[in-house]
């Protein structure tokens, strides 16, 4: 698997922040002990962007759960940050969150904690 410059975040939580993924590396995400896969970039964002249900279905494979909380930046709303903790505190951890960069999937994580949100 290439480098997809992940960082695991010394959180309460064991959270990893990553730039978009493909379908074949999922594969490795779930070797790696990851449990679940959560996409906060919308389809259609980049032409060369794979879309969300190649994730999810590379998801089923791998035995992973997959949630898209998607919002292009600066549209984060409180509805989405209520959608993504209620979907969080679910999830069995540890959970692989990505976007373009890992930044607005850091930013709804943030969000949640602030608003006290996450168990």
Known sequence: MSDINATMS?????VT?????????VKHIAEKGYKTII???????????PHSSEIE???????????????SGG?????LVEEFADFFNKAEQPV???CRSGNRSNMIYQ???QLDLLD
Request: glycine fraction near 4%; charge should be negative; aromatic fraction near 10%.
């Open 111 to 113: 969000a949640s904690v």
């Open 17 to 25: 922040f990553s730039p978009q993924i493909n379908a074949e590396q």
């Open 75 to 79: 549209m984060l709303t409180q509805e």
């Open 57 to 71: 279905e590379a998801c089923k494979q791998a035995g992973l759960a997959f949630k898209e909380v998607s919002f």
């Open 10 to 14: 010394n959180l309460a939580h064991q």
């Open 39 to 49: 996409c906060n970039r919308p389809n259609g964002e980049s032409a060369d962007q």
């Open 96 to 98: 692989y969150m990505y």
